[in-house]
């Protein structure tokens, strides 16, 4: 990445997470968009960071795209569907999305 970006991991929230959030365990939450907060699992060490850097055209962008697993330490970033071997359409649509992606984060 030509920018430092916040440290933060990001997936597609689960039944179980929901269940978690009860427990005690907090994820990073948007009260201005319920809709994104409620899709999207976000853990970062500085939240303040993570949050100026989701913005809400940001989060608008990843609300219509396949929720990608993703993870930076803040001067990289990780993106993968699974933890299988894709398919060279799964692959491609990867690199769409990672291309997009870093476009949305401008």
Same mark, same amino acid.
């Given at each position: 990445?030509?920018?430092?970006? &916040?440290?933060?991991?990001?997936?597609?929230?689960?039944?179980?997470?929901?269940?978690? =959030?009860?427990? #005690?365990? /907090?994820? @990073?939450?948007?009260?201005?968009?319920?809709?994104?907060?409620?899709?999207?699992?976000?853990?970062?060490?500085?939240?303040?960071?993570?949050?100026?850097?989701?913005? &809400?055209?940001?989060?608008?962008?990843?609300?219509?795209?396949?929720?990608?697993?993703? =993870?930076?330490? #803040?001067? /990289?970033? @990780?993106?993968?569907?699974?933890?299988?071997?894709?398919?060279?359409?799964?692959?491609?649509?990867?690199?769409?999305?990672?291309?997009?992606?870093?476009?949305?984060?401008?």
């Amino acid at each position: 990445l030509n920018d430092n970006i &916040p440290e933060f991991m990001m997936e597609k929230e689960e039944l179980f997470d929901k269940l978690l =959030e009860r427990a #005690g365990f /907090r994820d @990073l939450a948007f009260e201005d968009d319920v809709a994104f907060s409620n899709e999207r699992l976000i853990q970062a060490p500085d939240r303040a960071a993570a949050k100026a850097f989701f913005t &809400p055209q940001l989060r608008a962008f990843l609300l219509d795209q396949k929720p990608f697993h993703m =993870e930076s330490d #803040g001067r /990289r970033l @990780l993106i993968y569907d699974r933890t299988e071997l894709l398919n060279t359409n799964e692959l491609e649509e990867m690199i769409l999305f990672s291309k997009a992606f870093l476009i949305a984060m401008k």
